[in-house]
């Protein structure tokens, strides 16, 4: 870092004063003693250069010239092979290469999410079998409807003597279409046009269905970006978003800070900061990836907000992807607006804009895996439809989603249910909070309340926080998922998932939390 | 990649002088001058101060040159915003010249968005699904030969799922399974569901020769096979390195491994005079050649029983394979989908038999293993990643998530596959009825003077059709492949798409028809065969 900083900072200032170039860092002792001190400088930066690889060199896997081995156990073996044993036979001893990419997945731990799952999964909350167990709060489910929606399963799909069209084989055995089937395709369109109040009509054929919303934004990250270019992405952002979406595509994410000041809305000065920022260093920025509504915040772009950043995708020419898999969980006074409806008023660049949808959290039917991409650009839709041979969706659940969704009645009485069951929950979650004198951003869409629990941390840093995530894992057996998780750039916030909570966990959930709370005043 | 690492300073480092950091840690040198390591006893210390001088300087050039030209009349404070004020007219009028060009899509989108005019195989399957074949609305469609669906035994999957497919979805009352799970129990990990994995183990057992035990913790499940491959190649190698593959090989692998992996195939040369068996002369040879051009070979990836031939490896191959593997230090990719749909007089041996049985370092063999072909279930998507390899395993698992199967499939094939009746009954009368489709093919192929290639497995016809194309090349194998399309509206699969090195090999999928359709099928060949007899 230093060595960089002091480089450029030197060769700006030659650029102005125009001096010799005999030798290098000159500008920066400029005057008193250059020369010297021009050579001093960089040969200390070099020999601390030569000290930090020194102990890289210690810790890194042997390896041969082309092949190299990686994993931990063959090391010791190696080490204790004789020196003079020649480098073929070295390369043979040890074990096979593995990618660079693979090694760098498999050897990144869990997660604080997936350490938090891992703890629920273990040991979960039953009222009844098992009261000392942990709360889950910390997931990306919502089961607030599913008595419903298994109700309908049962009396329309599969009951007795009900005639489910899936039982025609023909149409689910074999190949069917990789990016999802045309009846599916047409429901979802109709879903998606009655989550936003009919603003907007979808048109099935600009289309794919993938296996899950993530799939579906990685391969959108494909189409869009090549390996090592950026994307502006709006922090809070769900938890693991970033790292999965960089595994394979070599995204890079440049975060776009949003503060509780502004109530962690988006700003565009705040992304054209980032969006300068990021073209100083080097990076190709290709796009915006947003969350609308917000997953972490949970609240909405307004109408304003995203014609400006139309406006900002235009004149730097980048993509705009928006990921909208909340839009039919949406609750409160505030009005839900989707770009798409944006996209109906103006008629240019539609080219630039996609839009990422999911089923089964606005369905209540988690597991059912499906991921829709909405675009306007028939290039990037073409790439998809031949991407999604890698993530396609088994035709039961098709056949099965496709059924559902043609039941218009029951899907109206679904999502009016589901608004109306988030609305109470999240209330009474926040009302819970607020009797403990914790606040939470007010949310319009989404099963997650975000919850400044600053004031029950030791010190105001990451670390106090993570240690306040522990003591709510381990101690009150709430599994939440800490800011830091979501690149929160304050510390102190909490994501709170309330869809798989019931009315009656809400005063435990509540109870464990004001323990927690004394522990800290006291 | 390029660093060097610890094993070969070691050896190095008695020998010769080396780098200035190994080197440096092994004289116990002063610690005044760095770089003296390279340039000890002749006047270090002027050398040792000069040469990072030097660097340095080229490193300030080097970032100067990256750096588009800032007006100079800017004070160097990043930091603060307002000295970017005056930068802003200009910026933006950058920006609109931007906005006249189309917005800028990734190389790969670019590449793929287009049409396939590429590949005869993808062209012949989008004619099918303009015009296809029925026995009564379409009797002059375009029949499916091209794709490798099995229908043979749609009946039984039919009588299966109309007496089991409810309640293995919705599960039986309140047992807390099915969708009536609440909370917690929603939690499921990408890679499958562990009664899956348990289920497919005992599958697997049973399909791969009974003699081989397989452990659910080896298996990633993924939505198919074809994302099974991706996840492999994207573990196994990394961009711009390579897999050795054998032709004729499944026209699909392109995408599979070249697209997203970034991996090239290279391909390994087999011949009709040896019935398209595998040669380990061959493969060394593609080995060194690759070798020599600097490319990094890091697998082989071998489809057994062969896609498209039909014919499996023998034990003794699969040993020398094993061996090659082994002294070039390589992965093994095994496909073994076809594993079940034998019928041949040739028993097939899966690879997990042979490592199991001696010892070999294992954590070089993945098998990849699905349900489309074996189950005729290729609409479920269901597949699994097999490997021996730990590493691998912990990257393939976070890589499912991109292409996980949905719960509601989970639980319907959990509750097939463990329907060990069923199963059973399903296998006899699948194998009975690929033969006897097998074997009426080929007769009637005979019949019409064309030739198959040995097969033992999989539900392809490789045919030799050399005798009917002019001119011997793959331009003449393609004429006629447009004559099979547009003339005997069958779609079949050009062995050029297949990358086979010889024209005129045609791969004919039996299993997409009915036994009655088979005379249908044989009469729209004799057509062309007559025409093509008659014009030369």
Redesign the interface.
Same mark, same amino acid.
């Given at each position: 870092m230093t060595k960089?900083s002091s480089?450029?900072?030197?060769?700006?200032?030659?650029?102005?004063s125009g001096m010799k170039?005999i030798?290098?860092?000159q500008g920066v002792v400029q005057g008193k003693g250059g020369l010297f001190l021009?050579?001093i400088i960089?040969?200390?930066?070099?020999?601390i250069?030569?000290l930090y690889?020194?102990p890289r060199?210690?810790s890194?896997?042997?390896?041969?010239?082309?092949?190299?081995s990686?994993?931990k156990d063959k090391l010791s073996d190696?080490?204790v092979l004789p020196?003079?044993l020649s480098?073929t036979l070295?390369?043979?001893t040890?074990?096979?290469?593995?990618?660079?990419?693979?090694?760098s997945?498999?050897?990144t731990g869990h997660s604080l999410y997936d350490v938090g799952?891992g703890q629920?999964?273990e040991n979960?909350?039953?009222e009844i079998h098992n009261p000392d167990g942990v709360f889950?709060l910390g997931?990306d489910?919502n089961?607030l409807c599913?008595d419903l929606?298994?109700e309908w399963?049962?009396k329309n799909?599969?009951?007795?003597g009900?005639n489910?069209s899936?039982?025609n084989?023909?149409?689910?055995?074999?190949?069917?279409p990789f990016d999802g089937l045309m009846e599916l395709k047409m429901g979802v369109a109709g879903f998606m046009s009655q989550a936003v109040e009919n603003s907007v009509f979808f048109n099935p054929s600009q289309m794919v269905l993938t296996?899950?919303d993530? /799939?579906a934004i990685?391969i959108l990250s494909?189409?869009?970006?090549?390996?090592g270019?950026a994307f502006l992405v709006p922090t809070p952002h769900s938890p693991n978003f970033a790292e999965?979406a960089k595994?394979?595509t070599g995204l890079e994410i440049v975060p776009v800070p949003c503060c509780s000041t502004d109530n962690f809305n988006l700003s565009i000065t705040a992304l054209d900061?980032a969006y300068?920022q990021a073209k100083?260093r080097?990076q190709n920025v290709?796009g915006i990836i947003m969350t609308n509504p917000s997953n972490t915040v949970g609240n909405l772009l307004n109408r304003e907000t995203l014609c400006s950043l139309l406006d900002f995708a235009?004149?730097?020419?980048?993509?705009i992807v928006s990921n909208e898999i909340f839009a039919g969980s949406t609750y409160g006074s505030e009005e839900f607006v989707s770009i798409a409806e944006i996209m109906e008023a103006e008629d240019i660049?539609r080219?630039?804009v996609h839009i990422v949808y999911g089923l089964s959290n606005d369905l209540s039917a988690?597991?059912?895996?499906?991921g829709v991409i909405y675009s306007y650009?028939?290039?990037?839709l073409?790439?998809c439809r031949?991407?999604a041979?890698?993530?396609?969706?088994?035709?039961?659940?098709q056949q099965?989603l496709t059924s559902m969704l043609s039941d218009t009645r029951f899907i109206q009485k679904l999502v009016e249910i589901n608004r109306s069951r988030l609305q109470k929950m999240c209330s009474a979650l926040a009302a819970g909070l607020k009797q403990l004198g914790i606040e939470c951003i007010r949310s319009s869409g989404g099963f997650y309340c975000w919850v400044d629990m600053s004031r029950l941390m030791c010190s105001y840093s990451d670390k106090g926080e993570l240690e306040l995530w522990d003591r709510l894992l381990n101690v009150a057996k709430i599994n939440v998922t800490p800011g830091s998780s979501c690149q929160c750039i304050e510390p102190g916030w909490f994501r709170f998932c309330f869809g798989?909570?019931t009315e009656c966990d809400i005063p435990v959930v509540m109870e464990r939390i004001r323990r927690i709370s004394e522990a800290t005043k006291s | 990649?390029t660093?060097?690492?610890?094993?070969?300073?070691?050896?190095r480092k008695?020998t010769n002088p080396s780098p200035?950091?190994?080197s440096?840690?092994s004289t116990g040198m002063k610690?005044i001058?760095?770089?003296q390591g390279v340039v000890q006893g002749r006047g270090g210390l002027l050398f040792?101060?000069l040469i990072?001088?030097?660097?340095?300087?080229f490193?300030?050039l080097y970032?100067?040159r990256?750096?588009p030209d800032?007006p100079?009349s800017n004070p160097?404070t990043?930091s603060t915003?307002s000295p970017?004020l005056p930068d802003l007219p200009r910026s933006?009028s950058r920006?609109?010249f931007?906005?006249r060009?189309?917005?800028?899509?990734?190389?790969?989108?670019?590449l793929?968005?287009?049409?396939d005019d590429d590949s005869p195989y993808y062209i012949g399957l989008h004619r099918v699904a303009q015009d296809p074949y029925g026995k009564v609305e379409n009797p002059n469609g375009i029949l499916q030969l091209g794709?490798?669906?099995n229908?043979l035994c749609?009946d039984l999957?039919?009588d299966w799922?109309?007496r089991n497919? /409810?309640e293995s979805?919705?599960g039986s009352g309140d047992d807390g399974v099915g969708?009536?799970?609440?909370?917690?129990?929603?939690?499921?990990p990408f890679d499958g569901l562990e009664e899956l994995k348990m289920a497919f183990s005992d599958f697997m057992h049973k399909v791969m020769g009974g003699s081989v035990k397989f452990d659910p913790s080896n298996m990633v499940l993924t939505?198919?096979a074809?994302?099974a491959i991706?996840i492999l190649s994207?573990?196994?190698?990394?961009?711009g390195?390579a897999l050795l593959v054998p032709t004729p090989y499944y026209p699909?692998f392109d995408?599979?491994v070249k697209?997203?992996p970034g991996v090239d195939l290279i391909p390994v040369h087999c011949r009709s005079a040896d019935n398209f068996s595998l040669s380990i002369t061959a493969l060394e040879q593609a080995f060194s050649q690759a070798r020599k051009r600097g490319v990094?070979v890091?697998g082989i990836l071998i489809s057994n029983p062969s896609n498209p031939v039909g014919n499996v490896m023998t034990q003794d191959m699969l040993y020398s394979l094993l061996d090659f593997a082994?002294?070039k230090?390589?992965?093994i990719i095994a496909d073994e989908v076809f594993a079940g749909s034998t019928y041949g007089s040739e028993k097939f041996v899966s690879i997990a038999e042979i490592i199991d049985s001696e010892y070999i370092?294992k954590?070089?063999v993945h098998i990849i293993y699905g349900l489309?072909k074996d189950l005729?279930?290729?609409?479920?998507?269901?597949g699994v990643i097999y490997s021996y390899?730990?590493?691998?395993?912990?990257?393939?698992k976070?890589?499912s998530?991109?292409?996980?199967?949905?719960?509601?499939?989970q639980r319907?094939v959990t509750s097939m596959l463990s329907d060990k009746r069923f199963i059973q009954e399903y296998f006899q009368t699948n194998q009975n009825r690929i033969r006897e489709a097998h074997d009426a093919f080929v007769e009637g192929l005979s019949e019409l003077g064309i030739k198959c290639a040995e097969s033992s497995a999989g539900m392809y016809c490789w045919a030799d059709m050399s005798g009917l194309i002019r001119p011997y090349s793959e331009k003449g194998e393609l004429e006629l492949w447009e004559k099979f399309m547009s003339d005997a509206k069958i779609n079949i699969t050009p062995g050029s798409a297949c990358h086979c090195i010889e024209p005129g090999w045609f791969r004919i999928c039996f299993t997409?028809i009915t036994l009655e359709d088979i005379p249908l099928v044989i009469e729209r060949i004799r057509r062309v065969v007559e025409s093509c007899k008659s014009s030369s």
């Open positions: 960089t480089s450029s900072s030197s060769f700006k200032h030659r650029g102005t170039l030798v290098p860092l021009g050579s960089p040969c200390v930066l070099f020999y250069f030569q690889f020194k060199h210690r890194s896997s042997p390896s041969s010239s082309t092949h190299n990686n994993s190696i080490s020196l003079s480098r070295l390369s043979h040890g074990s096979v290469f593995i990618s660079g990419r693979a090694n997945l498999s050897r799952l629920v999964a979960p909350y039953h889950h997931g489910d089961n599913m929606v298994q399963m049962e799909a599969m009951g007795e009900r489910f899936m039982l084989i023909g149409g689910i055995a074999p190949y069917q296996a899950g993530t /799939a990685e494909f189409c869009l970006a090549d390996y270019n999965a595994w394979r900061q300068n100083k080097g290709r235009r004149e730097k020419n980048i993509h660049d080219d630039k988690p597991g059912f895996r499906v650009n028939l290039n990037v073409a790439a031949k991407l041979r890698f993530s396609s969706i088994s035709t039961p659940p099965l798989a909570l | 990649m660093q060097t690492r610890k094993p070969t300073n070691l050896t008695q200035s950091s190994s440096s840690s610690l001058v760095p770089l040792g101060s990072p001088c030097a660097l340095f300087y490193l300030q970032l100067k990256r750096r800032n100079s160097p990043p915003s970017n933006s920006s609109n931007n906005t060009g189309p917005v800028r899509l990734s190389k790969l989108a670019t793929i968005s287009k049409p794709l490798s669906d229908k749609l999957i039919e799922m109309l497919c /409810a979805i919705l969708l009536n799970i609440h909370g917690i129990a929603t939690y499921q939505a198919g074809t994302p991706e994207f573990c196994l190698a990394d961009q390195n699909g995408r599979d697209w997203r990094k890091r082994e002294e230090n390589i992965h370092d954590s070089r489309s005729s279930l290729a609409g479920f998507r269901v390899n730990n590493s691998v395993l912990a990257a393939a976070k890589l998530r991109f292409s996980s199967i949905s719960t509601p499939t319907l997409t």
